[in-house]
């Protein structure tokens, strides 16, 4: 059995991480110049593109040099963080360890180890505890937050107010953020959150050729005893379109095809498992990317989507006239749809009147979908 680096977990940490080599650039210099812009990051993109794991990056490189570290997600991130902050101000000062938070009416509190007295922290508490416990820091804290778009904007606005604050005092904090792309217009335009209004922002898009190339070349020349031939790596350099979760994805099941021959301690992979692990990546990208997302897409927009993609050209690109004369309708009636998507990465616009995909394979997979039918419109049909 070969070791399988890669990782098919969707928003999963995959075991080996590829790319992204200027943004982590920017962090590790961010890391030891206070004065820095990309001390706030802002990252946005598309769902499979290495949000998640970029910002686990992120933790990883900060742990490596001392600084404390505060993971969050996005249900109840502000009751996490002061729940992170008082454990960390626990352990260093005087104050138990049974400790709970009290946010917004929820939760208990943090009793001190002798004292029968019990402190309640609140969301009002979260700027003052946040300058303790930097003030108590010795090497520098890192925040980050996933999925913002689904962490109400109340909270965002108390995050920004507190680092804002801790940045004013010079403290060595830091704060990275990860969401969907209209995450970004929508919290940066709020009246409290001018601390990552200024933040640095970065998209995160499909890898170019060279960097997919060299990704794959360099995890497969790490795996012992397996030859992959380079016309096979370019093969599934085309496949994947540098998207990194399908990238994953191709690596994960050649592997996996590998393996289910009973491979010796060397192997060099043949034709045939280079097709069946494509062909059973791609099966698993749309059970676990493109189906969620077009479940998760009002009917509306669905039905631009397939019309979008039976009216693609050459190029790839679809008028937006020719779409709304599919849909026997006027392109005004279509704006808010067309600008829905284009919010949400799926569809980009790059010329005027014209629009494109932004997800790989979902152009056809829109149109598989609609003809395959679900299991209970086919039992239905055949009358069980």
């Known amino acids: 059995m070969l070791d399988n680096p890669f990782s098919s977990i969707f928003g999963g940490k995959p075991d080996v991480f590829f790319g992204r080599d200027r943004i982590l650039n920017l962090f590790n210099l961010a890391m030891v110049d206070k004065g820095s812009?990309?001390?706030?990051?802002?990252?946005?993109?598309?769902?499979?593109?290495?949000?998640?794991?970029?910002?686990?990056?992120f933790s990883i490189r900060a742990g490596q040099t001392k600084r404390t570290v505060i993971d969050l997600g996005p249900e109840n991130t502000i009751a996490q963080l002061i729940h992170e902050l008082a454990g960390y101000d626990e352990v260093s000062s005087t104050i138990s360890p049974q400790a709970s938070v009290n946010v917004l009416g929820i939760g208990g509190g943090i009793s001190a180890g002798s004292a029968s007295k019990t402190t309640y922290f609140g969301r009002e508490k979260l700027q003052s505890l946040l300058l303790d416990t930097c003030a108590k820091s010795k090497n520098?804290?890192?925040?980050?937050?996933?999925?913002?778009?689904?962490?109400?904007i109340e909270d965002i606005s108390s995050l920004c107010n507190a680092f804002q604050m801790a940045s004013r005092k010079g403290f060595d904090i830091m704060?990275?953020?990860?969401?969907?792309?209209?995450?970004?217009?929508?919290?940066?335009?709020?009246?409290?959150?001018?601390?990552?209004?200024?933040?640095?922002?970065?998209e995160l898009g499909l890898f170019a050729w060279e960097e997919a190339s060299e990704a794959f070349l360099s995890?497969?020349?790490?795996?012992?005893g397996l030859t992959i031939d380079r016309e096979f790596l370019d093969r599934m350099n085309q496949a994947s379109f540098g998207h990194p979760y399908i990238m994953q994805l191709l690596g994960y099941h050649l592997v996996l095809q590998?393996?289910?021959?009973?491979?010796?301690?060397?192997?060099e992979v043949t034709r045939e498992e280079l097709e069946e692990s494509i062909k059973m990546a791609l099966s698993a990208y749309e059970q676990r990317a493109l189906k969620p997302l077009l479940e998760e897409l009002p009917k509306n927009e669905r039905q631009y989507l397939l019309k979008m993609s039976e009216c693609l050209a050459d190029d790839r690109l679809?008028?937006?006239?020719?779409?709304?004369?599919?849909?026997?309708?006027?392109?005004?009636?279509l704006s808010r749809v067309r600008a829905y998507l284009i919010d949400q990465g799926?569809?980009?616009?790059?010329?005027?009147?014209?629009?494109?995909?932004?997800?790989?394979?979902?152009?056809d997979y829109v149109k598989k979908g609609e003809n395959a039918g679900n299991a209970v419109e086919v039992a239905r049909q055949r009358m069980v």
Request: hydrophobic share 40%; with cysteine; charged share 20%.
């Open 37 to 57: 812009d990309d001390r706030a990051l802002f990252i946005t993109g598309t769902r499979g593109c290495g949000k998640t794991a970029l910002l686990e990056q």
């Open 318 to 333: 679809a008028k937006t006239a020719d779409i709304a004369k599919a849909l026997n309708l006027p392109q005004n009636k």
């Open 175 to 202: 704060l990275a953020v990860a969401g969907l792309p209209y995450a970004y217009p929508s919290i940066i335009r709020h009246e409290g959150c001018t601390y990552l209004h200024r933040a640095s922002h970065e």
């Open 346 to 363: 799926i569809i980009a616009a790059p010329e005027h009147g014209k629009v494109m995909f932004c997800v790989p394979y979902l152009a």
């Open 258 to 267: 590998v393996n289910h021959h009973n491979p010796g301690k060397k192997h």
């Open 140 to 152: 520098g804290i890192l925040v980050t937050v996933d999925e913002v778009q689904k962490v109400p």
């Open 219 to 224: 995890v497969f020349s790490a795996i012992k």
